[in-house]
């Protein structure tokens, strides 16, 4: 179990922070409050999910990254350290459709032993109050929107004519597309891993996405220092004495308040 941070780390310039060692804490980058809790199959301390976090150099651009690759070990290191150099050569650029591409390529170049990586990528711009995300073969993630007070899936409209926005590192060329939504005041994101929606309780039922969804709904609002901690609770409420099965990654975005000057 990794010791839980308390103050928020806040994100320098053209930082990127992350990787797939056992963490828990909170965040502040560009106009985000998050919450990131990784926790590696024990009694590894290294698992398979990867998050990364990165800032831009002028402080607009935040971008989180949470992949889940087909490996354990010092194999899923190898690749976390390719991973990582393209997304720092991508830190200053919005458009995620190139980056993703990248991000494919990245994987398949010496990625021996690893099979393929699930990964959910998203970009928010601050200043423009807009979100870009891209699923790569990962699982939905859950959005609170404030305004309507109610807790739904992301939105992903898959091409049924073109092999497009498959896992990382099957096959080299493929297409991945991405959407731009608009993130409002007290939004909130809950990323995750297969890790947290496989998981079954002592009589072997599984959490499952709608599971998940459900003890998100039960859980109080307020900041993701709260939500993400409360939500994997009920996740080991949920499974009660049956043990872990899988490398278990969670990350919690809220949008804050606008600074002055920022928005409107």
Known sequence: MP????????????ELRGGNDAVAYPAEIAGLAGWVSSRPLSPATHGGDLHYLSLCSRG???????????????????VADRLREALRQNVERFDQSILIRELNDAFLQGAEGVQFATAFVLSYQSKLDELRYTNAGHLPPLWYRARERKWAL????????????????LISGTPYTQVSASLEHGDILVLYTDGITECRNPAGVPLGIDGLLELAEGVPLGLPTSI???????????????PSIDDETVVVLQRLPNSPGQGE
């Not at 010791?3 to 320098?12: D, G, I, Q, V, W």
């Not at 898959?158 to 896992?167: A, F, Q, R, V």
């Open 228 to 242: 993400g901690p409360a939500l994997i609770k009920a996740v080991d409420d949920f499974r009660g004495t049956a």
């Open 154 to 169: 992301t939105e992903w409209i898959e091409d049924e004519e073109e092999m497009s926005d498959l896992p990382l590192g």
């Open 3 to 14: 010791a839980t941070e308390s103050k928020p780390y806040r994100m320098s310039c053209l």
């Open 60 to 78: 607009e651009l935040a971008r989180v990254v949470l992949a889940d690759v087909a490996g354990h070990g010092e194999l899923v290191s190898a």
